[in-house]
């Protein structure tokens, strides 16, 4: 299977899984936080490697995982234009709302969980055909 698409199931499979995580009511806050936070950094890490295939996974965990928490640091920032953007669904799930030192943590292991997960659909797309007996 090509790397691509392979990168665009894992897209396809996560975002459900995210919003699943994050909205249900079934677990207690604390973990859907964390599992939602988990879910964001695989998602966008795979959403650039899917633009960018050549790009190095580590180096895609670290843009993402520094991505995220500038996101986090500008959730400190609450200007009218923002406010407005944070007030819709995408803005919200974008941008978030509130910042919460306990939201780096779960960013850091997302990503190295990201970098896993891009890592080994990588490598099985690198592995040589095997003959069938």
Request: hydrophobic share 55%; glycine share 6%; charged share 10%.
């Amino acid at each position: 299977m090509p790397y691509r698409l392979a990168v665009l199931l894992t897209i396809i499979v996560i975002v459900p899984l995210g919003y699943f995580a994050r909205f249900t009511a079934a677990l207690p806050g604390w973990i859907t936080d964390i599992a939602g936070s988990l879910a964001y950094q695989i998602f966008w890490m795979a959403l650039v490697q899917f633009c960018f295939p050549k790009l190095s996974i580590a180096k895609t965990a670290i843009a993402v995982f520094c991505f995220s928490c500038a996101i986090e640091f500008l959730q400190l920032w609450q200007p009218p234009f923002l406010q407005a953007i944070r007030a819709t669904l995408p803005g919200r799930l974008v941008l978030g709302n509130t910042f919460v030192w306990s939201d780096f943590p779960p960013y850091a292991i997302g990503c190295f969980l990201g970098w896993l997960l891009l890592s080994g659909v990588r490598q099985l797309r690198s592995e040589p055909a095997r003959s069938r007996v």
